[in-house]
């Protein structure tokens, strides 16, 4: 399989511009116009018509469109599970969101050893716009994330939630809570809106952050109220920094395991998202 090809269609199907796409792949436009000549020469019908306005796919390109996205995604697998064979029989490329790999990230690794001491394990913590990008290319196998982008080639399951509480380093009610020194949380969109309809006065707050990492060491630094999880809650009121605002609502965060649908049903994989879903409802 020319995998060149492919990508070199994939990316043009984005860009909608021969010369925008040399430039992203590094390769000249007259590569690029060969490439694309060679694909249609393969299936005897053209993919794009170019005019004033630009590059336009035709049926038979758009047609192709997500047969292309899975050879690449099949061809990306192959590479990484030739290229890392070893004494370990299987591989995976895991990834997760940032504020779960915090809390779980070493309970969750150390049960899918438990479960597959044979399977090489690759993990990183990212943000969901990533991790669907990322599962769409076929560069992770699964990720557990907050936001699903129900994009044609992949599965997405909810299997639980992670909620958020309000601390305070100045009171203990929502009444001392201050706007000025208010901290807003935007941990997902989900997150955001459930904020705004629960506290639509805080929502305008002059300084945000999207990790719960980041949060902590902003209301280390400066002080004042922000949402995070509860046990990041639970550690702050323990160790004197913040106490718990009593008052608040709890803000609920989905958490969705997301993979190909063509493994959606793989034994490894309902392993590793069995073990995700084992912390998660741990009391």
Same mark, same amino acid.
């Given at each position: ?8 269609? #994939?990316?043009? *199907? ?14 000249? &436009? ?11 020469? &393969? @299936?005897?019908?053209?993919? @794009? ?21 899975? #050879? ?19 591989? *995976? ?6 504020? #779960? ?29 990533? *991790? ?58 989900? @997150? ?20 719960? *990492? ?38 609920? &965060? ?13 034994? &490894? ?15």
């Amino acid at each position: 399989m020319q995998v060149d090809l492919i990508e070199t269609f #994939l990316d043009l *199907m984005e860009t909608r511009s021969f010369n925008r796409t040399a430039e992203r792949l590094n390769i000249t &436009q007259s590569t690029v116009s060969h490439r694309v000549k060679a694909l249609e020469a &393969q @299936f005897n019908r053209k993919l @794009f018509t170019r005019n004033k306005g630009g590059t336009v796919p035709t049926a038979s390109g758009l047609r192709f469109l997500d047969y292309a996205k899975a #050879l690449q995604n099949q061809w990306h697998e192959a590479t990484r599970a030739v290229a890392s064979a070893g004494a370990l029989e299987r591989s *995976m490329r895991l990834g997760i969101q940032h504020d #779960l790999a915090h809390a779980f990230a070493g309970q969750w690794v150390a049960a899918i050893r438990r479960e597959l001491p044979a399977t090489e394990i690759y993990m990183e913590a990212d943000y969901s716009n990533q *991790m669907n990008r990322d599962l769409a290319a076929g560069e992770l196998d699964l990720a557990i994330l907050y936001t699903p982008h129900y994009l044609p080639d992949l599965h997405y399951e909810r299997i639980g939630e992670l909620h958020y509480v309000l601390v305070s380093t100045e009171a203990r009610d929502m009444a001392g809570v201050k706007p000025e020194t208010y901290i807003r949380s935007s941990y997902s969109p989900a @997150f955001d809106r459930a904020h705004r309809l629960a506290l639509p006065h805080l929502s305008a707050a002059s300084l945000a952050a999207g990790q719960n *990492m980041a949060i902590i060491g902003l209301l280390r630094s400066l002080g004042g109220a922000a949402f995070v999880t509860a046990a990041t809650a639970e550690r702050l009121s323990h160790d004197g920094i913040a106490a718990i605002v009593d008052d608040a609502p709890v803000i609920p &965060q989905a958490i969705y395991a997301a993979t190909s649908l063509r493994t959606r049903h793989a034994h &490894q994989h309902r392993k590793i998202i069995g073990a995700m879903q084992g912390l998660l409802f741990e009391p």
